[in-house]
């Protein structure tokens, strides 16, 4: 049986060149390249890949951001993912565990390493038992689909008996909240949002159901979590259009003003992130890490004297801030 089409994604030309050497001595013959994580996603979308080698940093969207948002998609969630670096700290294994990394390759390439545990992750797509589970879920959602919500719910309780899968309480919750069982519902969802924090679409589900509950700071806490799940995969317009949605139904909260103030500094828009900081001020004028923010938006503006002012005055509120007590240091040091 062939292999299937592996997709390598490096800003490198000469390691994706020493990569795809290596896989060819392998065996692997089927191979299409991308220069960048945005020609990946889109040759994800177009092309019939069964596995994806990408580099853990990247200028556009990084290797392990790419992750994240494969993960959230039904048709492309369980496919094998491997990132490569030079020298993986702890922090970036940690970070890849969380996400969902099939495995991680060191550079150089070890091609008995590749060989492994390229023949582990493609080995399970032939399981039996996975594709019998992947048409019990195709099954599911068809029954969703024809709103036979009895039928559905049974298989998909069947699939959460055999193995707690987020994507299958998530199922259960929307089907839920079909029937006007809100509580199950929400009861469902929490159990994905349990299994997998960055469950963004469990979150935004919940929200829904708080809202016709009345629930109104669920609402928020569900909506602004989600935003920020959005932020840390780089999908800054869907954050901010989240946000932007809650604060038009009439909230008026220190968290979503103080998110919406990361998002727009991650953005580079300095202008509008002081803005909501300043919204921030007048809904909560002694939370010391609205300060510290704003501190930190005039270091990006190179304006030290008005930063360290900043940061004095969330020091002054809050004297155990040892984040506000470093860069204030770092700044007299000259460091900064």
Request: aromatic share 10%; with cysteine; net charge positive.
């Amino acid at each position: 049986m062939p292999h299937p089409t592996i997709l390598t994604i490096t800003e490198e030309t000469l390691e994706q060149d020493r990569l795809l050497t290596a896989l060819k001595k392998i065996g692997y013959t089927h191979i299409i390249t991308a220069d960048s994580a945005n020609t990946g996603w889109a040759l994800l979308k177009t092309s019939d890949v069964g596995c994806v080698i990408a580099a853990y940093d990247m200028s556009d969207i990084s290797g392990l951001a790419l992750l994240k948002i494969l993960r959230k998609e039904e048709r492309l969630g369980n496919m094998p993912f491997f990132l490569a670096d030079s020298a993986f700290t702890k922090i970036k294994v940690i970070k890849a565990g969380q996400a969902g990394v099939s495995g991680l390759f060191v550079i150089p390439y070890d091609p008995k390493a590749l060989k492994m545990r390229l023949a582990v992750a493609l080995g399970k797509l032939k399981d039996p038992v996975i594709h019998q589970v992947e048409l019990s879920v195709k099954k599911g959602l068809e029954l969703i689909e024809k709103k036979e919500y009895k039928k559905a719910l049974g298989l998909f309780q069947t699939l959460v008996n055999q193995n707690a899968n987020p994507e299958y309480y998530y199922n259960i919750g929307y089907i839920k909240t079909a029937q006007n069982k809100y509580y199950e519902a929400i009861d469902a969802f929490s159990k994905a949002t349990r299994l997998d924090r960055l469950f963004v679409k469990a979150y935004k589900a919940m929200a829904m159901v708080y809202r016709v509950m009345g629930a109104v700071e669920k609402v928020e806490a569900c909506t602004r979590i989600a935003a920020e799940i959005y932020m840390d995969t780089d999908k800054l317009g869907k954050a901010e259009d989240m946000l932007n949605e809650l604060l038009a139904s009439g909230t008026n909260s220190l968290n979503v003003f103080n998110t919406l103030g990361v998002l727009y500094r991650k953005k580079g828009d300095i202008k509008e992130a002081m803005k909501q900081y300043k919204k921030a001020l007048k809904v909560h004028p002694d939370e010391p890490y609205i300060y510290y923010n704003i501190g930190r938006l005039y270091l990006d503006a190179k304006d030290t004297t008005k930063a360290k002012t900043y940061f004095q005055v969330a020091l002054d509120k809050d004297h155990g801030f040892t984040e506000a007590k470093q860069v204030i240091k770092a700044i007299d040091l000259g460091m900064i």
